[in-house]
Structures are given as C-alpha cells and as structure tokens.
C-alpha cells in the first residue's frame, strides 16, 4: 500500500511520529497524488477516521509542530 508509511505512523506504539503540516500530508506521507479514498482508507485503518472527521478541517487540519494542535485527551 503507497501510504503504508503514513499509516504506520497513525498506529504505532509509544512516540508517534507526527509531521507540522496537516493531516492529510501526515498519512499521505508527501505522495502528492494521494486520492481521497486512499487516505481515508488508511485513516479507517488505523481507526483515526471518525476522530479526524470531528476536526474543524477534516484532513486538511493544522496539526502544529509535532501535532501539538491534536488533544492528547
């Protein structure tokens, strides 16, 4: 899968690795021509798609320096 490393960072234990930008780039992991399903795909996957779905932004939500605009919470 072409955003497998995006995806991985969604899932993975301990320190996630998050990326300034938005969240769209975080999963897309910078493949410009990501589609929309495939992100979202990875999204459900990683069971991140209703949580981003709440954001002001969905996908194209500003996370901050190393996501520090998501809650913790």
Known sequence: M??????LRLRAAGDAVIYTGTIWGNISDGKSDA???EVSAAA???NAYDFIM????GF????????SQLSGG
């Open 2 to 7: 072409a955003l497998r490393a995006g995806l």
């Open 35 to 37: 589609t929309e399903e």
């Open 60 to 67: 194209h939500t500003e996370i901050g320096e190393r996501g």
């Open 54 to 57: 709440q954001l002001p932004n």
């Open 44 to 46: 459900k996957h990683a």
